[in-house]
């Protein structure tokens, strides 16, 4: 079996949506003196490789440990969109090359070759995102998640966070953002998981999200 981590490691001084904190791991026990190691985790719920939820913008929808396990793992499908430009649109376009596959899997994964720019200023910039035909087709589908190699699904300037809204007002799906390592995943469906912490009245939170293939 071949897998490929699609996760970024959460470390201090990481890249962290605007107007967060980044993560901060304190030692707590240790092994001279405690004859173990614990660390303490300071961090915000949507930081570094992260799951949405519906709850994370409606009171009262799903949280994240409502879901149920199954809806964490499935096939996946990478789309990709590396071609497009600074600003430029995520259409159903980029779905054309890949026939019917689209509708055969579990999650669209958008390849936008933006991991690259991971720890730098740019990664902050004017990313590709989905657009509204795009995410009509998304809302009619029955996927489990959809996930991206970018910051967010909406821009980084719409502070209305108008994508999200739409896409979880009434549907139960997952968002997953700052993937990396999609452009190792092929064209063809995959098994993929993304495993949460699972806490209470969950908004959001970290994954371990990941490839694998049976060789």
Partial sequence: ???IDLTHTIREGMPVYPGTEPPVLTAANSYEKDGFKE???????????HVDPPAHL???RTTLDA????????RALVIDC?????????TMAQLL???DKPAQTDFLLFNTG???RWGTDAYFGDYPCVDDQLLDYILAGEYKGIGFDVIGL???????LTRHKRLFREKDILNMENLKNLHLCGSDLFSFGCFPLKWEGSDGAPVRAMAWFED
């Fill in 58 to 60: 409606f009171a009262g």
């Fill in 67 to 74: 879901f149920p396990p199954e809806q964490f793992i499935g």
């Fill in 1 to 3: 079996m071949r897998v």
């Fill in 39 to 49: 660390t303490m985790l300071r961090m915000f719920s949507h930081t570094g490789t």
């Fill in 82 to 90: 590396r071609g497009l430009g600074e600003g430029e649109a995520i």
């Fill in 97 to 99: 090359p890949y026939g």
């Fill in 154 to 160: 909406d821009p980084i300037a719409d502070e209305n």
């Fill in 114 to 116: 933006w991991d690259a």
